[in-house]
């Protein structure tokens, strides 16, 4: 929540995000989307809200992008929401925010969801306290990526576990001068949480069950411990590694100076340009895990949601449900690239036709962990980030580390 004087001072701002809105266009109900930009031809998404119009007489819908930076949209989402902006109607949302913002009566509730709709996970964390406050517009989650062409050369199969990915990486990487073994993103952000949280799912552990914190766990130890190795031990992955997000990272891969890369989907594209100099060289595989564990790639994605505050519930929902259906999530699949969050798509011809990588990340998506579901989820980040970032910088021991986490979190969710 925000303090109180950030409060009174942005109502100004709600207030004036609301300016020059009207009611009706033209006699019709008028109902105002907000998102962020889309990096692609904006006119698809255009004409799904003409189709959706058409089918809905005296219904208009308006479109309004926001930043493409999360924090950014997320500022402007708490600071709205919490004045209780009727500025807007229809929003869409990342992932980690819809606990936070239902929590805070910010959502409207949308029902029950279908059963086996949508991938597990997203409708995981759709729901708070047994309810879905958004539908999962698109999904996201962690790949590994691999130069196919030098695993061939030297007779070697992409890795199945953490442990197989040290002794590829090793023995590959000391036979090609300036070749990093293994690149992701270890810098203190949001994304090192999603790196950490897929050696600690990998090995059956976690961050919170059934309410309680549970992160300084044996399973978690070892995880961790693990993917400190990497930097400081076996060497795979550069000291530099405590730098990255997922461009620098992308581009080093991309470059033909690493064997394997942890990134998101989107990166596919880049290494498909004729002119990469991976270009064919690339392969994908899920993510390893532990021995007696399974992949665990951490969840992203977007989702739409309805202005708990918006003058026109009934439209709201129709527009949510219209956009997350399975004719909307193809035809945003093929132009804009989204992976659908709906799995009954990952076997549809059409959409396979056009963009068959699609087809070969349904095991992944199926297998994705969401982070933490917790109104808190802001905070309990902000302290993974720290604890996470001072484990592979080598400042505190893997076990410290997670202790001084566990203390921390129980703390934020003991004052909730």
Known sequence: ???????????????????????????????????????????????????????????????????????EQHQFYAINLQARSEAFDVLAVDIIWVAGFARAGWLRELGALEPGAFFDGPAEAVTWEGKAYALPWFVDAGLLYYRKDLLEKYGL????????????????AGRVPG????????????????????????????????????LDSPQ?????ALMTDLVHRYRVTPASVTTATEEPSRHLFGQGRALFLRNWPYAWRAFQDPSSRVHGKVGIAELPRFPDGRSAPT??????????????????????????????????????????????????????ATQPFVGRLARVFAAARPRPVTPQYVRVSQVLQSDFSAAISGLRTPQAALAHAQRRIEAILGAD
Not at 302 to 307: E, F, R
Not at 309 to 335: C, D, M, P, Y
Request: charge should be positive.
């Open 1 to 71: 929540m925000l303090s109180r004087r950030r409060f009174i001072a942005t109502l100004g701002a709600a207030a004036l995000a609301g300016c020059g809105r009207p009611a009706r266009e033209r006699g019709a109900t008028t109902l105002v989307f907000k998102h962020g930009k889309l990096f692609g031809d904006p006119r698809a998404l255009r004409a799904l809200i003409d189709e959706f119009e058409r089918a809905h007489p005296g219904v208009a819908v308006r479109e309004e992008t926001l930043p493409a930076s999360s924090d």
């Open 157 to 172: 199969a992409p890795p199945e576990t953490w442990h197989d990915l040290v002794g590829v990486a090793r023995e590959v």
């Open 179 to 214: 070749m990093h073994g293994f690149v992701w993103q270890g810098k203190q952000y949001e994304g090192l949480v999603c790196n950490a949280l897929e050696y600690l799912h990998s090995n059956g552990g976690a961050v919170l069950a059934d309410g309680r914190v549970v």
């Open 220 to 224: 978690n130890r070892e995880a961790l």
């Open 299 to 352: 969840l992203g994605g977007w989702q739409l949601a309805v202005n708990a505050a918006s003058l026109h519930q009934e439209e709201s929902k129709a527009l949510v449900k219209f956009l997350t259906g399975e004719k909307a999530q193809r035809r945003l699949a093929v132009a804009y690239g989204f992976q659908p969050a709906r799995p009954a798509l990952y076997r549809d011809a059409e959409l396979l």
